[in-house]
């Protein structure tokens, strides 16, 4: 009896869940919530198809990344030789998981794409689920498979496959699930790769198809199942099979673990908990810190779903053995011996002040991992590479072979400062770790203060008193702005101003002498930015001519006005005017323009390199982290009504109700959106010159709603 009232009430619960979020339903499909109270969000073929998009979905189990798609692919992520697809499915390969039956010899595929009727697409937290069914002459089979990522660090992922016999006869055939393996892009000719899979070792027994001893970083890749299932290989797949006779109406139902480096008892546990749940009860743990800043509406399912698909670009570095945020489509998959590979590092600090209050252990990781770049001298590198840790010289700590960005240690400093503000944890910085220089450990602190010095020192300030940008700060755009080393960053200096806010607490807490000069440093630079106030807000940059960019009476640049606050510069009067004038200069329907007018496109000389389009990207497009930091200037003001209004413009929701059509900004997106300047684009993103739609989802769109909320939060009560 208790029993049915607990399920009753339950369904009650979610009944009341889905008829809050109606109104948020997109033309491509709506969103739902799931037997354990989560969001999800299930695309609609039959009301508005797009057979172009892939609608890709991000989960994760917080070690390595699933990519899955509205076509069924499947494509798995990990960083042995750097970021890794080890299942690509484009070329040679269909991706990380697939079902096919073979009936009378004829071999059909089970892909969601290549079903026929009543197909349908899950977007869970942690999960995707495919469901359709195969028509052909003497078979109607309905399947539905799917894939789960529960947040335990594990490598690989687990699935569920149903089959469901609706002819009223019989159906005999051969059942397989099939992994696909080419570590892309690491062996990139087919061949090569054909005959390292053919040599390795193999074990194809029961329940298990399991590749071994590829090479040094790849141990192992297995396909586990139960008894009934017999392992096989061939060219570069390895699978599972069983013949089945289903009657009429009859199902079967098997699971599944697919895995990277893990020893055999780890699959059979895995799956062993599978069985018992398969409802991921592990992301309403991880997830339960939000409940903090429940609002009881459909801001609620915002926050929540934001914050997990954040969680899910989580990965297990192996070269560095940290856990860090990736910045999403870019870098995923490319050649680790392509310079260009590394992504910059700065995203990582930046998610790291969003954990700080909600998963804390993942800030202090990704805080480790940046620190173990970091050379003595206190330069963390620009971006990541993946390369094992080698000496590099002093001398080459500011790289003169390519442009360098001065913004790299300061993001450190405020992600320490704030992981300290957050959880009052003194004993981290004692720990241990690393320098890149080989042979060299310090402690967290030591690390910090290091970068501290190279800022003061190395990076240093220009003649206005502001701290210098080089070749770009957090807007790479100003890469002529400071290039000759005399320009000069308000962002930048502002930045500096809350990281040392945050620093002096934690030195006083340790009780170390250095707090005094942080404390003298700080108000140096407070000093030099209320100086660079003009009539009604702070001035973005000084070039290297000393002609101020971004004065009163051309244009307001974003971020200073939100650094600059938060970085408790200027007079309280000065901060709110800059403030409220940036609400409004650049709020639009969808979130904050990056300034109230773009530049022409080439710009003028002393601003940027790259022709950006005006409307698009850094060229007042719309990002959305830079819309966050606005709201958290305007809530620790006390502007909180003002900081919610911007919120909720800043929503997936929003965009979604807005621009219906447009089939990202739903449940993630790029790195930005155009703004109302790009003209018919607005509410797109950027694709001429650089096609921003390709390397969807990014974690900029879905990485700060929680905390933004958290923020007005617990500023409403001060």
């Given amino acids: 009896m208790k029993k049915s009232i607990c399920t009753l009430l339950i369904s009650l619960i979610i009944w009341n869940l889905n008829s809050q979020i109606s109104n948020n339903d997109s033309h491509f499909g709506t969103w739902k919530y799931d037997s354990q109270e989560l969001p999800y969000f299930m695309l609609n073929f039959h009301k508005e198809q797009n057979p172009w998009y892939p609608f890709s979905h991000f989960q994760g189990t917080g070690s390595n990344i699933i990519l899955t798609n509205q076509w069924g692919d499947v494509n798995v992520y990990s960083t042995e030789y750097g970021v890794t697809n080890i299942s690509p499915a484009k070329f040679f390969t269909r991706g990380g998981f697939y079902p096919m039956i073979q009936v009378d010899g004829e071999l059909i595929s089970l892909i969601i794409s290549e079903l026929d009727a009543e197909k349908s697409v899950k977007y869970g937290v942690g999960y995707t689920e495919f469901s359709g069914e195969l028509h052909r002459e003497n078979i109607k089979l309905k399947i539905t498979y799917r894939i789960c990522t529960p947040f335990d660090y594990s490598k690989g992922f687990l699935a569920r496959v149903r089959l469901e016999n609706m002819m009223d006869k019989p159906l005999k055939a051969e059942f397989s699930v099939n992994s696909d393996i080419w570590i892309k892009p690491t062996y990139n000719n087919v061949k090569e790769w054909r005959e390292i899979i053919k040599n390795s070792s193999k074990k194809l027994d029961k329940g298990r198809a399991e590749i071994n001893h590829i090479d040094n970083n790849f141990k192992s890749i297995a396909l586990v199942g139960n008894q009934s299932y017999i392992g096989d290989f061939s060219s570069s797949s390895i699978r599972l099979k069983k013949n089945i006779y289903l009657t009429s109406n009859q199902k079967e139902v098997a699971d599944f673990k697919f895995g990277i480096n893990e020893d055999y008892e780890a699959y059979q546990k895995a799956l062993i908990a599978f069985e018992k749940d398969s409802s991921n009860t592990s992301w309403v743990d991880v997830l339960k810190p939000l409940k903090t800043i429940a609002q009881g509406n459909w801001m609620d399912r915002e926050n929540i779903w934001t914050y997990s698909q954040l969680l899910s670009m989580c990965f297990y570095d192996t070269s560095l053995q940290e856990h860090f945020i990736h910045l999403g489509g870019y870098g995923l998959g490319r050649d680790p011996a392509n310079p260009d590979n590394g992504f910059s590092m700065r995203e990582v600090a930046e998610t790291g002040i969003v954990m700080s209050y909600f998963t804390p252990e993942l800030t202090k990781s990704s805080l480790k991992w940046m620190a173990k770049t970091q050379l003595v001298s206190g330069d963390l590198k620009r971006s990541h590479d993946f390369y094992p840790l080698a000496l590099e010289p002093e001398s080459q700590r500011l790289d003169k072979k390519f442009p360098d960005e001065s913004d790299t240690e300061i993001w450190f400093l405020i992600t320490c400062g704030e992981y300290f503000s957050a959880t009052k944890d003194l004993d981290y910085f004692d720990e241990k770790v690393p320098y890149r220089t080989q042979g060299k450990t310090g402690s967290m602190w030591e690390h910090m203060v290091n970068a501290y010095k ?137 979130g904050m323009t990056l300034m109230s007018k773009p530049y022409s496109s080439p710009s003028p000389e002393n601003i940027s390199w790259s022709p950006i389009p005006a409307g698009e990207g850094e060229n007042a497009g719309i990002w959305p982290q830079t819309g966050a930091w606005l709201i958290w200037a305007l809530a620790e003001e006390g502007l909180t009504k003002v900081a919610l209004q911007e919120w909720e413009k800043s929503t997936l929701s929003n965009h979604t109700k807005l621009y219906p059509q447009v089939p990202f900004g739903i449940f993630n997106g790029p790195d930005c959106y155009s703004s109302h300047f790009a003209n018919e684009r607005e509410g797109w993103t950027q694709i001429e010159m650089f096609d921003r739609m390709i390397p969807v989802p990014m974690n900029p769109i879905i990485a700060w709603q929680a905390f933004g909320m958290r923020q007005i939060e617990i500023n409403k009560k001060k």
């Fill in 454 to 590: 190279f800022i003061k020192n190395d990076i240093g300030t220009g003649k206005n008193g502001l701290i210098k940008m080089l070749h770009g700060d957090w807007n790479d755009y100003l890469s002529r702005t400071g290039s000759a080393g005399n320009g000069q960053s308000l962002m930048n200096t502002g930045m500096m101003c809350r990281a040392l806010i945050k620093m002096h607490q934690l030195a006083e807490a340790r009780q170390d002498p250095i707090a005094t000069e942080l404390k003298n440093y700080l108000k140096t630079l407070q000093k030099a930015v209320a100086a660079s106030f003009d009539r009604e807000w702070f001035v973005r940059a000084y070039d290297d001519e000393g002609n101020p960019i971004g004065t009163s009476n051309d244009r307001l640049f974003l971020n200073a006005q939100s650094w600059a606050v938060l970085g408790q510069c200027g007079t309280e009067e000065q901060r709110k005017k800059s403030l409220m004038n940036a609400v409004k200069l650049c709020s639009t329907p969808i």
